[in-house]
């Protein structure tokens, strides 16, 4: 089975939750009529953008785009004058952890909840909330514990609570069980438990599969084939050339993380079969080398209102603890050797032609829900990526990367409306993708204020 066909399987299997989601919010809202009207549109494609542009969306999704001029926007229409704005797709983030929101260090956040008593559906709402009103209209988690995982996610699609729509991976499938709570991942020592394990992740109702470290070739393979009979996708976090290779061939559908843990620049030949296979990779590479060096240049960062406004002011205080002598963090020590290797080892893949999607495993010790996205697209772009290719990626590309693509990663009739509003044209400065100013999802207008 080719990897389009897997896709679609998925897709399928991901409408349903759509068509769930679609028939609430047709109930609550009644085929209600929005109109974004006066800015700019840049519409998910590498091409000129319509200017002065309208778009009209009944329900939940787009029906119209075109010159504001020339649409007609039906009298009854709820209008969003984005005049002097800028629309783009919602966006897409591939490696979200949504049962971490930044703290500096994971053992002592995890200890943290318990001691408070804190609810971890609770915190994977606020970066649910976070994520969206930063433009990411669409996450996937990968690594959270299941019931929790699949309770948010619905609670989201039926209109309940605000948040990115989400894919959900639940526990993570390894050799090698970490310090990391028991209920986020499942230890395996056969190929045959990591297929049952994928089995049972299946029906518990996961969207993706995703496999951790330790793995050997044939265990990739047997969750790969497991999880392809159910129409889940596979999403590996690889780093060595040799677990690069074994996923690649395996059949793993994403490769996650290859080529940002401070290894050297992989060999040609790997580089090329990627390639070639038309494999996508999501490099997840701000996250230590960029954010890091943005943090030592401005701490202040760390005490970002966003983060006040969404958090309850005890966990605020204990992420604001967190990182108190953040410079020493362990999950820093690493960040010289990546910064080493870094513009040689991600570049490669831009400089290969790659298909690349957009992760940033945000969540991560200082790297923020509200924020993570834009600075991953910040770091493709100082790599070489233009602009307008990094949007593209975070929109178009990463929903045909996910078998989304007929309903998703684009502003076009047919679509479901997620759109983002942004204050100034990201063409000329990525770093506008911070603070968008309206977000769109299903249809519906949030804002921060
Ligand atoms: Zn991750």
Same mark, same amino acid.
């Given at each position: 089975?080719?990897? *389009?066909?897997?896709?679609?399987?998925?897709?399928?299997?991901?409408?349903?939750?759509?068509?769930?989601?679609?028939?609430?919010?047709?109930?609550?809202?009644?085929?209600?009529?929005?109109?974004?009207?006066?800015? /700019?549109?840049?519409?998910?494609?590498?091409?000129?953008?319509?200017?002065?542009?309208?778009?009209?969306?009944? +329900?939940?999704?787009?029906?119209?785009?075109?010159?504001?001029?020339?649409?007609?926007?039906?009298?009854?229409?709820?209008?969003?004058?984005?005049?002097?704005?800028? /629309?783009?797709? +919602?966006?897409?983030?591939?490696?979200?952890?949504?049962?971490?929101?930044?703290?500096?260090?994971?053992?002592?956040?995890?200890?943290?909840?318990?001691?408070?008593?804190?609810?971890?559906?609770?915190? /994977?709402? =606020?970066?649910?909330?976070?994520?969206?009103?930063? +433009?990411?209209?669409?996450?996937?988690?990968?690594?959270?514990?299941?019931?929790?995982?699949?309770?948010?996610?619905? *609670?989201?699609?039926?209109?309940?609570?605000?948040?990115?729509?989400?894919?959900?991976?639940?526990?993570?499938?390894?050799?090698?069980?970490?310090?990391?709570?028991?209920?986020?991942?499942?230890?395996?020592?056969?190929?045959?438990?990591?297929?049952?394990?994928?089995?049972?992740?299946?029906?518990?109702?996961?969207?993706?599969?995703?496999?951790?470290?330790?793995?050997?070739?044939?265990?990739?393979?047997?969750?790969?084939?497991?999880?392809?009979?159910?129409?889940?996708?596979?999403?590996?976090?690889?780093?060595?050339?040799?677990?690069?290779?074994?996923?690649?061939?395996?059949?793993?559908?994403?490769?996650?993380?290859?080529?940002?843990?401070?290894?050297?620049?992989?060999?040609?030949?790997?580089?090329?079969? =990627?390639?070639?296979?038309?494999? !996508?990779?999501?490099?997840? +590479?701000?996250?230590?080398?960029?954010?890091?060096?943005?943090?030592?240049?401005?701490?202040?960062?760390?005490?970002?209102?966003?983060? *006040?406004?969404?958090?309850?002011?005890?966990?605020?205080?204990?992420?604001?603890?967190?990182?108190?002598?953040?410079?020493?963090?362990?999950?820093?020590?690493?960040?010289?050797?990546?910064?080493?290797?870094?513009?040689?080892?991600?570049?490669?893949?831009?400089?290969?032609?790659?298909?690349?999607?957009?992760?940033?495993?945000?969540?991560?010790?200082?790297?923020?829900?509200?924020?993570?996205?834009?600075?991953?697209?910040?770091?493709?772009?100082?790599?070489?990526?233009? !602009?307008?290719?990094?949007?593209?990626?975070?929109?178009?590309?990463?929903?045909?990367?996910?078998?989304?693509?007929?309903?998703?990663?684009?502003?076009?009739?047919?679509? =479901?409306?997620?759109?983002?509003?942004?204050?100034?044209?990201?063409?000329?400065?990525?770093?506008?993708?911070?603070?968008?100013?309206?977000?769109?999802?299903?249809?519906?207008?949030?804002? *921060?204020?």
């Amino acid at each position: 089975m080719s990897f *389009r066909d897997r896709s679609r399987e998925t897709a399928a299997a991901l409408a349903s939750h759509l068509i769930l989601a679609a028939a609430f919010a047709a109930s609550a809202a009644a085929q209600e009529r929005l109109a974004l009207v006066g800015g /700019m549109l840049l519409d998910g494609y590498d091409v000129p953008p319509l200017h002065h542009a309208a778009v009209l969306i009944e +329900g939940e999704r787009i029906v119209a785009v075109g010159r504001a001029a020339e649409l007609e926007i039906p009298p009854d229409a709820r209008v969003v004058d984005t005049s002097g704005r800028v /629309m783009i797709p +919602g966006m897409m983030d591939l490696h979200a952890h949504l049962a971490v929101l930044g703290h500096g260090e994971y053992g002592r956040w995890f200890s943290w909840i318990d001691e408070e008593g804190v609810d971890i559906e609770e915190v /994977m709402e =606020i970066s649910a909330k976070q994520l969206l009103l930063a +433009g990411v209209t669409t996450a996937v988690d990968l690594g959270a514990p299941l019931e929790a995982s699949l309770a948010v996610r619905d *609670r989201i699609a039926r209109g309940e609570v605000p948040g990115a729509r989400l894919l959900m991976a639940g526990p993570w499938i390894t050799r090698r069980v970490s310090f990391w709570p028991e209920n986020y991942q499942i230890g395996v020592s056969s190929p045959e438990e990591a297929s049952a394990a994928v089995e049972r992740l299946a029906e518990a109702g996961v969207d993706v599969i995703k496999a951790w470290v330790g793995l050997t070739r044939e265990d990739y393979r047997a969750v790969a084939d497991t999880a392809h009979r159910h129409g889940l996708q596979v999403h590996a976090h690889v780093y060595g050339p040799d677990e690069v290779k074994n996923a690649l061939e395996a059949g793993i559908d994403v490769l996650t993380h290859a080529g940002s843990a401070g290894t050297p620049p992989y060999e040609p030949d790997l580089l090329r079969d =990627i390639v070639v296979a038309g494999r !996508p990779v999501v490099i997840t +590479g701000a996250h230590r080398v960029w954010v890091f060096p943005a943090t030592v240049e401005f701490p202040e960062r760390l005490q970002d209102p966003r983060l *006040r406004d969404d958090l309850p002011a005890a966990m605020y205080d204990e992420l604001q603890r967190s990182f108190e002598n953040f410079h020493t963090l362990p999950y820093f020590q690493t960040t010289a050797r990546q910064m080493f290797f870094g513009d040689a080892s991600l570049g490669q893949w831009i400089e290969a032609g790659a298909v690349m999607g957009m992760g940033t495993d945000s969540g991560t010790p200082m790297n923020f829900h509200t924020e993570a996205l834009w600075r991953e697209l910040k770091a493709h772009v100082d790599l070489g990526m233009t !602009p307008m290719e990094a949007i593209v990626a975070a929109t178009r590309v990463n929903a045909r990367i996910l078998g989304l693509a007929d309903d998703l990663g684009s502003i076009e009739p047919g679509k =479901i409306a997620d759109i983002v509003v942004l204050r100034g044209d990201p063409r000329f400065s990525i770093t506008e993708l911070n603070e968008p100013v309206v977000v769109v999802k299903d249809g519906r207008v949030y804002r *921060r204020d």
